[in-house]
């Protein structure tokens, strides 16, 4: 957590707060950090979060087999847990990366 770059970097994916929040698809990594929304989620979406977050305690990696793609360090779409919000690490900032 929490990058050691010396200069600041203009991180356009967190503006510089290490984390990204936001609505939509499970953006990858611990999945404790989504809260799917069971309003526009079907229970099996529901249950495969919850499997995945059991999961995640007991071995911190993060379910690949769900057909979530990566992007540019990013699991964005199609992931089984539908829709809702998240808070995650920003996936540069923890690198030391930019965008
Ligand atoms: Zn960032």
Do not use: H, L
């Not at 249950?47 to 990566?70: F, H, M, N, S």
């Amino acid at each position: 957590m929490g990058g050691v770059a010396v200069s600041t970097p203009e991180c356009d994916w967190c503006n510089d707060t290490g984390t990204v929040t936001g609505y939509g698809y499970f953006p990858g990594g611990d999945p404790r950090t989504f809260s799917p929304d069971p309003e526009m989620n079907t229970p099996e979406e529901m249950a495969a979060w919850e499997k995945a977050c059991a999961a995640y305690e007991q071995d911190e990696t993060p379910d690949q087999r769900d057909g979530c793609v990566w992007i540019r360090g990013v699991k964005i779409t199609r992931c089984r847990f539908g829709i809702g919000g998240y808070a995650a690490p920003c996936p540069f900032c923890e690198k030391g990366e930019q965008p």
